[in-house]
């Protein structure tokens, strides 16, 4: 019967060198298994592969694809950690589809291309213009002489702090200040229960290693959202499912629905200046989701990593899941790394004190010693209200930036869904539909750097869509996005 099942499936389906492609770049080896995972699906989607059809064995892929069996198992594991692939001891590799599952707005491996804009918009080596595209706060920006002064002062002063390794929960008294942060957000803690973090993706990171450890748990995030998360998550073998979001946060009902449908032990969301789409969070919405975490037990981890440049007042989309929960279902994950600069590797979880408890043991074993400078700089910046004038100039700054930015992309033809009064970001409908992919690449020709929408979102929502910088979308970049959506225009 095996054997039957096995001759089948070899004769309609085989994986060899010319369905890889190129893969003559440096990131070849983890491409070739995104690319062997692709085309398994792909011979489910063309019905090549079905229901229970044996997969060719892995000295039989390592030969016909000239790869390793290593390269080729690792595939396979991933298929099987994504639910599309099941095993038999002894007997091999087999195909599993769900139709339900399959109909599910679900994320797998990224597409090489996708993959390769990730790792451009990561990487600030990129000897391109970055302006449109950027994350980050231009350098001038954040050019802190408060925080050179901090640096400074802690460098000057006992070091005696440098020849051990740092109480691992992080440094005390920042932990104190970070009390005092969140209280005036409304999340009431002890200073036991903040854990400091090289930043909010060393704290994403840790979440990840202390509690999602089985390959194939199902994951909430939002779509669109963090391309950083949604690698990090596959990269750990999770099976990741979209929630769309609106101007009021979360699609309830397809939150929902994905608890229905796949029973997930955490959500990762943005509650405040949500990136790319930058929308926020009714409180009407807040308390709905809090409600289906209680209802369907899983644990949300609220990443407010753009929460400082969002005014006090922003009403009545400023709410945050962990004021209203009080971290009963909520990790909370904040960051100075956007504010001050991402060479400023400083963040922390706020969580109850068995999480963070949980937390702290493995961040124990995964490093020796904290940020230590850097803790103690943001801790004379906090305590001496350096940090709150440098938020508030920042916050001036964007606002008089977003108005003419909003003005020059509406003048193109893009259309923003969602007008916001505070942060970093635009989200904008390109003119005709068009693909946002072939404009990037076009832009990319003419040495610019933008960041398409499809980069954020593992859906066809977001084909024609982009995020731009405010702070940092000068003329020049305007200039040539302005030619190629010209160029690109049909007819």
């Known amino acids: 019967m095996l054997s039957s099942a096995y001759a089948s499936s070899s004769r309609k389906f085989s994986i060899d060198r010319a369905a890889l492609g190129d893969m003559g770049d440096k990131h070849s080896a983890r491409l070739l298994v995104d690319r062997i995972f692709t085309a398994v699906l792909e011979g489910v989607r063309t019905r090549r592969l079905a229901h229970g059809d044996k997969l060719p064995s892995l000295r039989v892929v390592a030969e016909s694809a000239q790869v390793s069996r290593d390269t080729v198992a690792r595939a396979y594991e991933k298929l099987v950690a994504h639910g599309h692939v099941y095993t038999r001891p002894g007997a091999g590799f087999f195909v599993r589809v769900d139709n339900q599952v399959a109909n599910a707005q679900t994320q797998t491996a990224p597409a090489p291309l996708l993959t390769n804009w990730r790792q451009r918009l990561l990487d600030p080596r990129t000897l391109l213009h970055r302006g449109l595209g950027s994350g980050d706060l231009p350098a001038e920006w954040i050019n802190v002489p408060q925080l050179a002064a901090a640096l400074r002062a802690v460098s000057r002063s006992n070091i ?81 499912v979209g929630v769309a979001r609106d101007a009021d946060g979360p699609d309830i009902t397809a939150l929902q629905n994905a608890c229905e449908q796949h029973g997930p032990t955490f959500y990762f969301c943005q509650s405040l200046l949500h990136s790319p789409g930058y929308t926020g969070l009714s409180p009407q919405r807040a308390f709905q989701i ?38 009963q279902h909520v990790l909370y994950v904040g960051s100075f790394s956007k504010t001050l600069g991402a060479g400023m590797r400083a963040g922390f979880i706020a969580g109850n004190p068995q999480q963070i408890e949980w937390l ?105 869509y982009m995020r731009f910088n405010v702070a940092s979308s000068d003329d020049e970049a305007l200039r040539a996005l302005s030619n190629v959506l010209e160029r690109s225009a049909p007819g």
């Open 160 to 240: 005696n702090w440098a020849a051990g390794y740092g109480d691992a929960q992080g440094y005390l008294p920042l932990r104190q200040q970070l009390q005092r942060k969140l209280a005036d957000i409304g999340v009431d803690v002890t200073p036991p229960q903040v854990l400091t973090t090289l930043g909010a993706t060393d704290a994403i990171n840790l979440i990840v290693m202390s509690y999602l450890r089985q390959p194939g748990m199902t994951v909430l995030v939002d779509d669109p959202g963090s391309f950083l998360l949604m690698e990090r998550l596959l990269a750990s073998g999770m099976h990741i």
């Open 290 to 327: 809090l409600r289906l975490a209680e209802r369907f037990n899983f644990t949300i981890v609220e990443d407010d990593t753009y929460g400082d440049l969002a005014p006090a007042h922003r009403s009545p989309h400023a709410t945050r899941l962990a004021s209203l929960d009080q971290l």
């Open 360 to 464: 702290l043991l493995y961040k124990l074993v995964s490093r020796a010693s904290n940020g230590s400078l850097a803790e103690r700089a943001i801790y004379r910046l906090l305590s001496e209200g350096g940090y709150r004038r440098h938020c508030e100039q920042l916050r001036t700054r964007l606002d008089q930036a977003r108005p003419r930015l909003m003005a020059a992309l509406e003048a193109l033809g893009i259309v923003l869904p969602h007008r916001p009064d505070a942060g970093l970001y635009l989200w904008g409908k390109l003119p005709g539909d068009l693909n946002a992919m072939e404009v990037a690449e076009r832009m990319l020709a003419n040495g610019y750097l933008t960041a398409p929408g499809p980069v954020f979102s593992s859906g066809q929502a977001a084909r024609s």
